[in-house]
C-alpha cells in the first residue's frame, strides 16, 4: 500500500511502524540501521547536524527496556524483603523480651522456694 493512500485512509497523525529484517551478522544490521537512517532523513527533509525526528529501534532496544524495568523491580523486592525482614525481627525480639519478663518473675519466685521461702 503506497504512504499516502494509507495517510488518506487513516490520517496524516497516525505513527508509522515500519518492520524490517535484515540478514547476516552485527555488521549487517549496522549497515541496515545507517541505510534506513540515511533513507528516512532524506524522506523528511532532515537538515543535516540535526536531530532525528524519528526512531531506528532494534531487539537490542527492548532488552535494554527489559532490563531496565526488571532492575527496577528486582530493587524493589529487596527493598521490600528488607523492610519486612527487619519488622519480623523486631516482632521476634518484643515477644522474647515480654516471655523473659514473665519468666524473670517466675524464675524469682522458684528461687525463692528452692532456699526454703513459702512465699512468692
Given at each position: ?15 508509522i511502524d515500519i518492520y524490517a ?100
Open positions: 500500500m503506497p504512504i499516502t493512500t494509507y495517510q488518506q485512509t487513516y490520517g496524516y497523525n497516525d505513527s529484517r535484515a540478514n547476516g551478522d552485527i555488521a549487517a544490521m549496522e549497515r541496515a540501521k545507517d541505510e534506513v537512517r540515511v533513507l528516512m532523513r532524506a524522506r523528511r527533509h532532515n537538515a543535516p547536524g540535526t536531530a532525528d525526528d524519528f526512531e531506528v529501534e532494534t531487539n537490542d532496544t527492548y532488552m535494554d527496556i527489559y532490563k531496565q524495568i526488571t532492575s527496577i523491580f528486582f530493587s524493589v523486592i529487596v527493598g521490600i524483603s528488607s523492610i519486612a525482614l527487619v519488622v519480623g525481627g523486631i516482632v521476634i525480639m518484643n515477644i522474647m523480651l515480654v516471655s523473659v519478663t514473665e519468666r524473670t518473675r517466675e524464675l524469682a519466685c522458684a528461687r525463692r522456694w528452692a532456699h526454703g521461702s513459702a512465699m512468692c
